[in-house]
């Protein structure tokens, strides 16, 4: 049975201290001095519990040292799929994934993480759920790379590949029209014109607000950091708006 503790037992303290700073000697003697540490349960979070690797791909992630943390704890017996407990079950790639944490990622890959483990916080998915509905396209692309599978209309668009796209609205029968639309707003949060143009053609809502979302894909292509000129000033030549008013010119 894994060892539990509380988030503010002073063990737990103290390991998350050296984790989340990227001190690799103070972990190393941590996991020396308690074995059972690295597959502890750390308990006291909303109401769950969550692994050492969980707290390496922590909200807001980047912590120092990532890979070499994950690696000291996967040496002492770290289990790295194993699941959150709480709210959802998701594994520390896929916090990591909902993050954009493209080092500590690519670290626990390489040590045998599921890419297709479910459980993520967006409709129960897997972490590639997670990256591209929180706009983490690093991470996204990586899980790709290695194979993750894109079995959704909305992945495809929002990472601007026109072949899948078109193979699934190809398909018979073929996509809804609120499937059209979700694809529609993923490719503007992508920033993938072509991808928002095609699907266009196909009768999405250019106003379209998902029920997971507060804006149109205007709103969302021109809050994002990304190069989306072009996006956002084609969006609005075809009368696209924000939901708080008219079209802008």
């Not at 944490?101 to 993520?120: K, M, N, P, S, T």
């Not at 026109?162 to 699934?168: D, G, K, N, T």
């Amino acid at each position: 049975m894994a060892l539990r503790l509380h988030k503010d037992d002073p063990i737990a303290v103290a390991l998350t201290e050296a984790i989340q700073s990227g001190d690799v000697e103070s972990l190393a003697r941590l996991l020396h001095e308690h074995p059972g540490l690295a597959s502890a349960r750390i308990e006291g979070n909303r109401g769950g519990s969550r692994t050492p690797l969980h707290q390496v791909a922590d909200w807001p992630g980047h912590f120092p040292n990532g890979a070499a943390v994950v690696g000291a704890l996967i040496i002492a017996g770290a289990d790295v799929n194993a699941p959150a407990e709480g709210r959802s079950s998701e594994t520390a790639l896929h916090w990591a994934a909902s993050s954009d944490d493209l080092e500590v990622a690519a670290a626990l890959i390489a040590a045998g993480a599921d890419i297709e483990a479910r459980g993520a916080s967006i409709a129960g998915g897997t972490p590639l759920d997670d990256a591209v509905g929180y706009g983490c396209w690093k991470v996204a692309r990586l899980l790709v790379d290695r194979g993750a599978r894109v079995d959704k209309l909305w992945h495809a668009a929002a990472l601007g590949m026109m072949s899948r796209v078109e193979e699934f609205c190809a398909k018979s029968p073929g996509p809804t029209p609120k499937e059209i639309n979700d694809a529609f707003w993923q490719a503007c949060h992508g920033g993938h014109r072509r991808a928002a143009e095609y699907l266009l053609g196909r009768g999405a809502d250019v106003n379209w607000v998902p029920d997971y979302g507060k804006a149109t894909g205007l709103e969302i292509a021109a809050a994002l950091e990304t190069r989306r000129g072009t996006l956002v000033s084609w969006l609005r030549e075809r009368g696209a708006r924000s939901v708080a008013g008219p079209p802008t010119h």
